[in-house]
């Protein structure tokens, strides 16, 4: 520990003598400084021992010395040495009673004693404790890196709360605590989520403080990565602010983790280029191959319904320019840190502008995915009500196949490239292949080349109607509504069955096109139901 007042105290070779304010001599001393100046203030950076013979001070006058003592205070002075036998054989009691007054700590330092050697004693002591801290933190960086190639980060974890006296959390990339030391640190590290994803958003390495909630502990934040996405955070709580030895502790273990999270890219950029190779099988029809090659890494995922999860993004020019916006990116991670978290096997490969992932039907990933498509339509529709410009987040698309087996595996591929390509030209963040068979064709009609093709289609008519002699539109559809009974469709319209016959001859020639033909009933159908949704 650094020196004291106390330690200088009891220092046998000092003699120094307290005189004033002896309860406050366990503060620590930052440095000596000698000055006969009547106002050393502005010289002072707070915790210094002051060494003084009263050359320039009216040490006898009460006031002077109250305002004296009251400005070292002010400037943080931790401590007062006045040299008697030099300009007053003892200390004066105005100095005393200011010093009192004040909770000033007050030395009275010998004749024989020079300030020299005080200014000696606080340094030697000070590089003492220095060479300490540096012993320490070599010792701990031993330590650590033990525990990281015994025991992996949790071992990492354990190492740096001993050390620092506090607690460690590791978070991954979506800000999810992973794991803590001690085990009771997990509540703690789980209130700090929002802080965590605050300090994601900053290109890395970043790091933040957060003050002591409610009389907790002096938290540290640090982010993960060598490159400007962090891939993961440290946390790391105490009841006070590290000193030297925790410092190094902490530096050692960020540079371990980081060691080790960009280990772990690499074996992940291996895993993908396997994940490749076992997706084509699967799409040319190969499900045994794509076993075998699989192995235990993707094997249980392959022996379960599966869904196939096609997303794609058009931000890729930013992307590369930032990988920290690359919408991609951020979902691969997501849906890897869920499964990882569950315990599943995810397949995640990255295929031009486009990313392909295999997961668990019903499990973590899928769930994650569908989280964060839900999160970036929410994104979207607040900036939509306050009429701000969508962020690159908006720019992603995902289709969700069905569930599958193996040997369905193609299947599920065109599955998920439909409902990708009814997520873009409905304006939808995700759609699950599910909602297309349960849901109705008639929202796809709202497609431009539909309405071009129907407008296309029912000119003619429109144009005959225009002219006043006859309501043809209105005739076929209540024809075609009534599954041609004429009847029922007169009716409707108001007319005798005669001159909705006529006018259905008309609408025969006037198209072209014989309704007797069902393709031709069913494009005139479709066409009258595009133009009715504008």
Not at 162 to 178: F, K, N
Not at 390 to 411: K, M, N, T, Y
Request: aromatic fraction near 4%; hydrophobic fraction near 45%.
């Amino acid at each position: 520990m650094p020196p004291t007042l106390a330690s200088l105290v009891h220092h046998p070779a000092l003699k120094l003598t307290v005189r004033a304010d002896e309860d406050r001599l366990d503060v620590p001393v930052r440095w000596a400084h000698v000055s006969e100046l009547a106002d050393p203030v502005p010289y002072m950076e707070g915790g210094e021992l002051l060494l003084v013979t009263a050359l320039k001070l009216d040490a006898e006058d009460p006031e002077a010395m109250r305002r004296y003592v009251k400005r070292l205070v002010g400037a943080g002075v931790v401590g007062l040495g006045f040299a008697i036998g030099v300009n007053y054989e003892e200390i004066p009691k105005a100095l005393v009673d200011a010093a009192e007054e004040e909770g000033l700590p007050l030395l009275e330092v010998p004749r024989r004693t020079p300030f020299l050697a005080i200014s000696k004693a606080v340094s030697a002591a000070i590089a003492a404790d220095q060479y300490r801290a540096v012993t320490a933190g070599f010792a701990a960086q031993r330590e650590l890196t033990k525990q990281a190639l015994t025991a992996g980060p949790e071992g990492v974890l354990s190492a740096l709360a001993a050390q620092v006296d506090g607690w460690a959390a590791l978070y991954d990339v979506s800000g999810t605590v992973v794991a803590t030391a001690p085990e009771w640190a997990g509540r703690r590290a789980a209130r700090l989520t929002a802080e965590v994803e605050r300090l994601r958003e900053r290109p890395a390495p970043a790091s933040s403080v957060v003050g002591p909630p409610d009389n907790e502990d002096r938290v540290e934040l640090h982010s993960l990565g060598t490159e400007r996405r962090a891939r993961a955070a440290l946390a790391v709580g105490t009841a006070a602010a590290l000193g030297t030895a925790e410092r190094y502790a902490l530096h050692s273990a960020i540079a371990l983790l980081t060691l080790t999270t960009e280990r772990s890219r690499s074996l992940h950029a291996a895993q993908q280029r396997l994940g490749a190779a076992v997706l084509r099988m699967l799409l040319a029809g190969e499900p045994d191959h794509a076993r075998a090659v699989a192995g235990h890494l993707y094997g249980g995922l392959l022996d379960a319904p599966f869904r196939m999860i096609v997303a794609e993004s058009v931000s890729s020019a930013r992307a590369a320019a930032d990988p920290a916006a690359d919408p991609l990116g951020v979902l691969a991670e997501i849906v890897e840190s869920a499964a990882a978290r569950a315990g599943e096997a995810v397949l995640v490969v990255p295929e031009g502008e486009q990313l392909i992932a295999l997961a668990a039907d019903g499990g973590a990933a899928v769930a994650a995915c569908g989280e964060y498509a839900a999160g970036v339509e929410a994104a979207r529709s607040d900036a939509a009500t306050a009429r701000e410009p969508a962020g690159d987040e908006d720019e992603i698309v995902v289709g969700l196949s069905a569930p599958v087996g193996p040997i369905a595996a193609a299947a599920a591929y065109k599955q998920a490239e439909q409902a990708l390509s009814v997520a873009r030209r409905r304006g939808r963040v995700c759609v699950a292949h599910e909602q297309l068979a349960s849901g109705s064709v008639l929202p796809l009609l709202a497609d431009d080349a539909v309405k071009a093709f129907a407008d296309g289609l029912l000119r003619p008519l429109y144009e005959h109607d225009a002219t006043g002699r006859g309501d043809l539109v209105a005739s076929l559809r209540a024809w075609l509504s009534r599954h041609g009974q004429w009847d029922a469709a007169a009716a409707d319209l108001g007319v005798h069955r005669h001159t909705l016959r006529y006018r259905m001859r008309r609408v025969e020639e006037i198209l072209g096109r014989s309704l007797d033909d069902p393709d031709a009933r069913m494009e005139l159908w479709l066409a009258l139901k595009a133009t009715s949704t504008e």
